[in-house]
């Protein structure tokens, strides 16, 4: 039977919270904090053969609308950052079929070559070379659908990161970062370390290196009321976009910090006609600059979501105003941000690490708004996935290393993976129920 130490090393690896090189992981705690995943292949041979990867929505800080194009297209300059409110990918080789496998739990989800995801495997092989290789992608949707928060951009970044990660990195991120402009204007931004300064169509990215401190406290207000983009640009009315240089406003976020930046150069030109096209989002955004605590409070991209930066004096009477309400969900975020050579972590992961005594420990890092009983669920669902995956896993080696040498072993650790995903999703469902009640269509961020 495998040790406590490997089958907690493989299970660390699994959640994608460990460094993978030929199966060997080790993990470092840093408990209360946002976890840095170390996860990384630099060659074809010691590439994974399955990732769980993190797929972070985004707000836009500031938002200008230039010119409209001879295109029908819109030059932008915003101001893109990073939030600890996502979906899930898995991805995995698939060895056995000649085709990429793709499974939603949204119903709705197209699967044929319309998706994102599958675009971005499409056109990792084409760039690559690599026209063999094909994937099981699975997507744990958590963004709602028409939300300012480029949730389905996300997913496509995170696609190609992952392919090349299971490819053994045949392409570097500057590659990455330019290919991703032919599937859609904002999903170069995902490959980002977490704040970036957009313009063009939202495709030509300026990296913010160091990116905005990670950490700052947000709430996301989303009403299941939905608006197209092309609608919004429609409603649209030229004279009244802002004057404000966006170089400008983006030099001022970077000095003054988002909490100290005037309420008055938090802009966003799309704001105002998606307000023409619904009402009822104005009135809701009025509300939210009633509650006590938020600093600042604007909607994100071309909507429904507004942000919030701050928390409310009362926590408790704001998840009842607002989440409580028939047709309104609040999801509570942070920023967050990546290191260089590793993907964004997700802050609700629990941390599997190995203590001297070789004893497994699991430390949930508890996501906002989550209770220490839902907390404990989490453990006890994968604590209970990670035991069936432990009878599937062949006798560890003396040298006590994982090795992968044929595929009935490689096939027992992606059973595995699949039994401690599973039970992650049967959490998630009971926990979050119907919120983010449909998948965007995937089309272009401005059309």
Same mark, same amino acid.
């Given at each position: ?24 992981? =080790? ?22 053969? =399955? ?18 194009? *001879? ?19 898995? +991805? ?18 197209? %699967? ?52 090349? /990660? ?56 989303? *009403? ?18 802002? %004057? ?26 799309? /704001? ?11 009135? +809701? ?56 050579? =590793? ?36 453990? /006890? ?28 072993? =490689? ?5 595995? +993976? ?21 998948? *965007?269509?995937?089309?272009?961020? +401005?059309?």
């Amino acid at each position: 039977m495998i040790s406590t130490k490997v089958f907690a090393l493989l299970f660390a690896a699994a959640c994608g919270v460990a460094s993978v090189e030929g199966f060997v992981s =080790s993990s470092t705690s840093r408990l209360g904090n946002i976890q840095k995943s170390n996860l990384h292949a630099t060659t074809a041979e010691s590439a994974p053969d =399955s990732l769980a990867l993190f797929s972070p929505c985004k707000i836009n800080l500031f938002l200008r609308i230039i010119r409209k194009r *001879p295109d029908g297209f819109h030059d932008l300059a915003s101001l893109f950052q990073a939030v600890g409110f996502g979906d899930t990918l898995t +991805l995995s080789l698939n060895n056995y079929g000649e085709s990429d496998e793709f499974t939603c739990n949204m119903e709705g989800v197209p %699967t044929d070559s319309s998706n994102l995801v599958i675009r971005a495997l499409e056109l990792m092989r084409e760039k690559t070379g690599k026209t063999s290789v094909y994937f099981n992608a699975d997507l744990f949707k958590r963004c709602p659908a028409q939300a300012g928060l480029g949730g389905g951009s996300a997913n496509a970044a995170t696609a190609m990161w992952g392919a090349n /990660e299971l490819m053994g990195r045949p392409a570097t991120l500057e590659q990455l970062i330019e290919w991703s402009g032919a599937l859609g204007s904002d999903i170069t931004f995902f490959l980002s370390r977490g704040t970036a300064y957009c313009t063009g169509r939202g495709e030509i990215m300026t990296p913010i290196d160091p990116p905005l401190p990670s950490g700052a406290k947000l709430s996301i207000v989303k *009403p299941n009321l939905g608006l197209s983009t092309p609608k919004v640009f429609k409603a649209l009315d030229y004279d009244q976009l802002s %004057t404000e240089d966006p170089q400008m406003l983006c030099d001022l976020f970077l000095k003054e910090g988002v909490v100290n930046t005037d309420d008055k150069y938090y802009i966003n030109d799309l /704001e105002q006609p998606a307000f023409d096209c619904l009402p009822e989002l104005k009135a +809701l955004k009025d509300e939210l600059l009633e509650v006590e605590g938020f600093d600042h409070v604007m909607m994100s991209g071309s909507g429904t979501s507004i942000f919030c930066i701050g928390e409310p004096t009362d926590k408790d009477a704001f998840m009842k105003e607002f989440d409580e309400r028939d047709g309104v969900s609040v999801f509570n975020a942070a920023f967050i941000s990546r290191e260089e050579g =590793s993907w964004f972590q997700d802050p609700s992961q629990p941390l599997t690490v190995v203590d001297e005594s070789e004893e497994e420990v699991v430390a949930p890092i508890i996501e906002e708004g989550m209770t220490a009983e839902e907390a404990e669920r989490v453990r /006890e669902s994968r604590l209970k996935a990670a035991e069936a995956m432990k009878e599937s896993i062949p006798a560890e080696p003396d040298n006590s290393e994982i090795v992968v040498e044929d595929e009935g072993s =490689s096939s027992n650790f992606s059973k595995g +993976l699949r039994s401690i995903l599973n039970g992650q999703r049967k959490f998630e469902e009971s926990r979050f129920g119907e919120k983010g009640a449909s998948y *965007p269509t995937p089309s272009k961020w +401005l059309e």
